[in-house]
């Protein structure tokens, strides 16, 4: 899937949960591409737990289960 996007639409409120859980600003944006049309507001970003990482690898290798 591809989205286009403008630029992000940050609030004080999601820039700091993001923050708190060790993500910055500047990782988040480097995910997406910013040419388009649409805007993106992210609510929160966290890194992910070895247990969360290893269920998401799963499923990735097998997307049927």
Same mark, same amino acid.
């Given at each position: 899937?591809?989205?286009?996007?403008?630029? @992000?639409?940050? &609030?004080?409120?999601?820039?700091? =949960?993001?923050? =708190? $859980?060790? +993500?910055? +600003?500047?990782?988040?944006?480097?995910?997406?591409?910013? &040419?388009?049309?649409? @805007?993106?507001?992210?609510?929160?970003?966290?890194?992910?737990?070895? =247990? *969360?990482?290893? $269920? @998401? *690898?799963?499923?990735?290798? $097998?997307? *049927?289960?």
């Amino acid at each position: 899937m591809s989205i286009l996007l403008d630029g @992000f639409d940050w &609030d004080s409120g999601n820039r700091a =949960k993001c923050t =708190k $859980h060790g +993500v910055s +600003v500047a990782t988040i944006e480097s995910i997406f591409e910013r &040419d388009g049309q649409r @805007f993106l507001r992210p609510i929160s970003a966290r890194w992910m737990h070895a =247990k *969360e990482i290893r $269920h @998401f *690898e799963a499923q990735i290798a $097998h997307p *049927e289960d």
